[in-house]
Antibody, heavy 121, light 111 residues
Framework: EVQLVESGGGLVQPGDSLRLSCVAS????????MNWVRQAPGRGLEWISF????????YYSDSVKGRFSISRDNAKNSLYLQMNSLRVEDTAVYFC??????????????WGQGTLVTVSS | QSALTQPASVSGSPGQSITISCTGT?????????VSWYQQEPGKGPKLMIY???KRPSGVSNRFSGSKSGNTASLTISGLQAEDEADYYC???????????FGGGTKLTVL
């Protein structure tokens, strides 16, 4: 069974940093590109970042470019999101999301349950 | 404001059919056959229901179908059931700059 389990969320102040993690199981992690998608409270979904299987390609939405950094460790079946210079508008549930094998950004076939990040003074 | 436009809510009675629209531009929905639809229940991560406009993943009921005409994609749910009540989001590939865009979501109520 495919599982994506996020962790690392919490309450932080504006300007702080936070690192999210996602541990994958039930599939060959190194064969799938991965993404982070977030959802502000009561709002819709927003794609924010992509990383290819070997970390050679990384993409970001304009809303997080220059502040967030995506990475992965295939030996640990783990995906990460380093979030710096956090803003109140970054408050959201952050989902770890899988691309289908051999595909990139065409669609997302599995999602985690999410981890909540709250940015407030 | 989301890049793709969906109705905020739709409703239907059990057994009826409903359609949710998703309107974009020629740079996303109209430019690629890469529209997908996701179902999200409260407190859960989204679930893939339709991909590549009209394809159903294994395990998704054939009551769910997708289509596209020009810059507008649609999700149709036939034979509505109480368990279909959820939020539905459309999504489209949007090229090598924007990458991916989502709709604002539609809340489906089964009366």
């Amino acid at each position: 069974e495919v599982q994506l389990v996020e962790s690392g969320g919490g309450l932080v102040q504006p300007g702080d940093s936070l690192r999210l993690s996602c541990v994958a199981s039930g599939f060959t992690f190194s064969s799938h590109s991965m993404n982070w998608v977030r959802q502000a409270p009561g709002r819709g979904l927003e794609w924010i970042s992509f990383i290819s299987t070997g970390s050679g390609n990384k993409y970001y939405s304009d809303s997080v470019k220059g502040r967030f950094s995506i990475s992965r460790d295939n030996a640990k079946n783990s995906l990460y999101l380093q979030m710096n210079s956090l803003r109140v508008e970054d408050t959201a549930v952050y989902f770890c999301v899988r691309d289908p094998i051999w595909r990139s950004l065409d669609y997302f076939d599995y999602w985690g349950q999410g981890t909540l990040v709250t940015v407030s003074s | 404001q989301s890049a793709l436009t969906q109705p905020a809510s739709v409703s239907g009675s059990p057994g009826q059919s409903i359609t949710i629209s998703c309107t974009g531009t020629s740079s996303d929905v109209g430019g690629y056959n890469l529209v997908s639809w996701y179902q999200q229940e409260p407190g859960k991560g989204p679930k893939l229901m339709i991909y590549e406009v009209s394809k159903r993943p294994s395990g998704v009921s054939n009551r769910f179908s997708g289509s596209k005409s020009g810059n507008t994609a649609s999700l149709t749910i036939s034979g509505l059931q109480a368990e279909d009540e959820a939020d539905y989001y459309c999504c489209s590939y949007a090229g090598s700059i924007t990458h991916v865009v989502f709709g604002g979501g539609t809340k489906l109520t089964v009366l």
